[in-house]
């Protein structure tokens, strides 16, 4: 984080992306020999590691929605990867044509294939940056111009906590974020959690794959992701295993705990 | 054909789908969680009918067409279905359940369905194949997109750090390193035709003054301000910022020294125009320092050395012009510098010893006291008077030290000559500013008295009347205790300097020392106007001198005349050649004063 502001960013595909390795296990092939070994040794500790993927895009896709259905038009989507299947702007633009979406990853590949992704797009667009750098996001030129925070935003950090260290202070920069919002906007948060897991070997095993990225794992339970929320109302039913998050049906609710991630959405309440 | 009916499928064709059936429930069952479907489980149904259709419309057709197949294995892939477990499943599910569901009758149905799954897998395949290419095009492409813009933030941040590093940041001016480097290849790699270059080293008047009364930012501002109107004046050279209020512009390929002599009058006529800073209205003036010269034969650093004395001759004579370098001048410089630099090196090798010149006594002609004089045998230069280097001495403040070696090599001289059949002479030695301003100017005397022996009364200190122009108390009160000791106390050069009378009411003086310039009038004829006014103004000061007690010295006595003539006045005492040239003092106390009236001849003061 202290890298001088003109020092570029080393681009190294030998290193595996968080970024890629999720696209991995959402199926796509937008990933790097490095970035597939990596995810297999994780599915070799954690086999359901697709499962907990999929089922956090799920969330996401079941919370832009319900976002839409609130009247958000705004979304700021924090540590947004490699947007390929189910992306924020084709749910929201699908549901709002007018949905406008700003994508921030701090991984320069991610963000040089969202940009190709979001060519033409006038009413999307990606920015390069690392969310504990919350005041550069916010001012931002493209995240200003496509952004009215006079209005309602729907800021997104889904599937990001976890590589934040509590070192990097995560509740400040949430809470840098929501002064800059207006009241309506919402909040949705997700992250790995391993109180279902008695499994302690699993943990140390994703935890050992993840060092091995620039992205370390930090895993929190349901209480030091509910503290994230502060200032926010949560929506029913709160920060609960992603699959319960207002599910299609009962049954995909099933073995919910399975999903290793727990989220939740919070309205900002004034 | 059983009827679509009953199992909710229709015919009606792949535009209009009906509800989900049975079939098309239990695939979306089958494929969910296979990889990630982006999509509800409805639209995954509603999705997975229509292929349904036309699968079950591929069984029907008659003749086969393989195409349905590929189609429904692409929209798989396309739709996200698309991992090998999806395709497993999807396999699967046809087989067992596709005929059953749908109800479909066929005397070939197993042959058709065979044909079908292979032509599903077909296209799947192909489609997945062509899917994982593309993406895998599209990441490298990002990766390779990424890294070019890495680089060319790389070179930016290159090409912004070296701008940073050649560049003043307050005026945005080429900075010293710039300069330096320009200058060197101007000098070390001359381009064709550019065997001659030039400087003009330029530094603005009196900008503390702006600093310090309206504050460093209108300072600052002026800076900009003046730098921008250099660039502006004088965009065919490079001009740099060295620092503080220093610019230096670099003329290159120069054939003369006029060329360097107009880019300086522009220069200045630029940083001349008024300026507005801060609702001040402003003008400034510089000084400039020119040095153009063949780039053969020279250095940077020479050149630059040269521009910096260049430009301080600009500014001794008063700023707001340029001065030309001028290697002579520059040469004395440099070696004035020099032997001052010597100085302290010079004391601690006993380069320097003392001469005597006698104070004698205009009514019986005894030698009553001797002056002590610095000289500078040095090595190469051979002997040196005090006017080549006390002045240097002066400047620098090495006279504290070499003025302190004096005194005490004179104290140590004069108390050898004491023992003889007349009063041994006082030695009277030179105190600079510096050194009666110093504290432990008391100390130091009563040391050297004590540790040599010579007897208070026998050391004269002479000063200047400047020395006692300062308002301070301290040197006063130091001359004061120095008298109550028995130290006698002399204005030297009296009547040549302030001569403000009030400080011979507050001083200890023992003794006027008149300024010689008096004394050479009174080498005319008595009756030239301008010589009696001389005599008239030593009979006065005599006078003066007389009536607070002090005796007079006249220096610079060279004839036989003066001395009847000072003698008349009532002067106690003469210096200069007529007396006695400086000598070392064996010599001097040896052998008589040549005095012409006095008849102590040989038996002068006593021998060593």
């Given amino acids: ?270 | 054909m059983a009827s679509d009916d009953s199992v909710g499928e229709t015919a009606a064709g792949p535009r209009h789908s009906s509800r989900p059936g049975t079939f098309a429930r239990a695939w979306a069952k089958a494929v969910s969680g296979t990889s990630y479907l982006p999509m509800t489980q409805a639209q995954l149904e509603a999705l997975l009918q229509r292929l349904t259709e036309r699968l079950a419309a591929a069984l029907r057709a008659e003749p086969f067409d393989p195409r349905v197949g590929h189609q429904v294995g692409a929209e798989l892939v396309a739709a996200h279905i698309a991992s090998a477990e999806g395709l497993g499943r999807t396999v699967e599910i046809i087989q067992l359940r596709l005929i059953r569901d749908l109800g479909l009758v066929a005397d070939d149905v197993e042959d058709r369905m065979a044909r079908l799954l292979s032509t599903v897998t077909t296209g799947y395949a192909r489609a997945l194949r062509d899917r994982t290419l593309d993406e895998q095009e599209s990441i490298r492409r990002a990766a390779m997109m990424a890294r070019a813009q890495a680089e060319r933030a790389l070179r930016d941040s290159e090409s912004r750090f070296r701008h940073q590093a050649t560049h003043d940041p307050l005026t945005d001016l080429p900075n010293r390193t710039l300069f330096t480097e320009r200058l060197t290849a101007a000098i070390g790699e001359p381009a064709r035709g550019a065997d001659r270059v030039g400087v003009c080293f330029l530094d603005l008047d009196r900008f503390k003054v702006v600093n310090d009364s309206l504050g460093h930012q209108v300072g600052d501002e002026l800076l900009v301000s003046v730098a921008r109107r250099l660039r502006l004046a004088l965009p065919e050279h490079l001009v740099a910022r060295l620092g503080g209020d220093e610019f230096v512009i670099l003329v290159e390929r120069t054939t003369r020294v006029d060329d360097v002599v107009q880019v300086a009058e522009a220069a200045l006529a630029a940083v001349g125009e008024p300026v507005r800073v801060d609702g001040h209205e402003l003008t400034v003036t510089a000084s400039i320092g020119i040095v153009e010269r063949p780039v053969t034969g020279t250095t940077p650093g020479e050149l630059m050395r040269a521009a910096d004395s260049t430009l301080h001759w600009a500014k001794a004579a008063g700023g707001a012009r340029w001065s030309l370098f001028d290697p002579e001048r520059h040469r004395t410089e440099l070696a004035r510098y020099a032997l001052s630099a010597a100085i302290p090196a010079a004391i601690d090798r006993g380069e320097f010893f003392l001469d005597y010149q006698p104070l004698t006594s205009l009514r019986d002609g005894t030698v009553l006291g001797v002056e002590a004089l610095v000289r500078w045998r040095h090595p190469e230069l051979g002997i040196l008077g005090p006017g080549r280097f006390i002045s240097l001495a002066e400047e620098t403040g090495l006279i504290v030290r070499l003025g302190g070696w004096v005194l005490a090599e004179a104290c140590r001289e004069a108390e050898s000559w004491s023992g003889g059949p007349t009063p041994a002479p006082f030695v009277s030695v030179n105190l600079a500013v510096r050194q009666v301003h110093r504290p432990g100017l008391v100390q130091e005397v009563r040391a050297l008295l004590g540790r040599t022996g010579l007897p208070p009364e026998r050391l004269q200190l002479e000063i200047t009347e400047s020395t006692m122009m300062s308002t301070a108390e301290e040197p006063v009160q130091a001359l004061r205790v120095l008298a109550d000791l028995g130290v006698r106390i002399a204005i030297d050069d009296f009547g040549t300097g302030y001569s403000n009378l009030a400080y011979l009411r507050d001083l200890p003086v023992t003794e006027l020392k008149v300024a010689g310039e008096f004394v050479t009038g009174l080498r005319a004829p008595t009756v030239d106007p301008a010589s009696r006014t001389d005599e008239r103004i030593l009979a006065s000061l005599v006078s003066l001198a007389h009536a607070l007690d002090l005796t007079v010295t006249a220096e610079g006595v060279e004839t036989a005349g003066q001395a009847d003539r000072l003698r008349a006045i009532g002067c106690d005492a003469g210096q200069g050649w007529y007396f006695g040239r400086p000598g070392p003092a064996d010599r001097l106390l040896g052998r008589a004063p040549a005095l012409s009236t006095a008849a102590v001849g040989a038996d002068g003061p006593a021998g060593v």
């Fill in chain 1, 1 to 270: 984080m202290q890298r001088p502001n003109w020092a570029p960013d080393d681009i190294d595909i030998e290193r595996p992306s968080v970024a890629r390795m999720y696209d991995y296990y959402l199926g796509g092939s937008h990933n790097f020999a490095a970035d597939r070994a990596a995810a297999r040794s994780m599915m070799e500790a954690v086999p359901d590691a697709p499962l907990m993927a999929q089922a956090n895009r799920a969330f996401m896709r079941r919370a832009v929605q319900y976002l839409i259905d609130q009247g958000i038009r705004q979304f700021l989507d924090i540590g947004s990867g490699i947007p390929t299947v189910g992306n924020v702007h084709e749910i929201a633009q699908r549901a709002a044509p007018d949905a406008r979406v700003v994508y921030v990853d701090v991984d320069p590949v991610a963000v040089a294939h969202s940009r190709e992704i979001l060519d033409g797009n006038p009413d999307a667009t990606v920015i390069q940056e690392d969310l504990r750098r919350p005041e550069a996001i916010l001012r931002h030129p493209d995240v200003t111009r496509l952004l009215d925070f006079s209005q309602p935003v729907a800021v997104l950090v889904v599937a990001v906590l976890h590589f934040i260290p509590d070192a990097d202070r995560p509740q400040e920069v949430l809470r840098t974020l929501r002064t800059a919002l207006a009241p309506g906007s919402h909040l949705v948060l997700s992250q790995a959690s391993d109180e279902s897991r008695s499994d302690t070997g699993q943990r140390a095993e994703a935890e050992r794959v993840y060092r091995r990225t620039d992205n370390p794992l930090w895993i929190r339970n349901r209480a030091e992701l509910t503290v994230f929320f502060d200032g926010f109302e949560l929506v029913e039913p709160g920060v609960v295993w992603v699959p319960q998050w207002r599910p299609e049906s009962p049954e995909s609710a099933e073995d919910a705990e399975q999903a290793i991630f727990i989220g939740g959405v919070g309205r900002l309440g004034g």
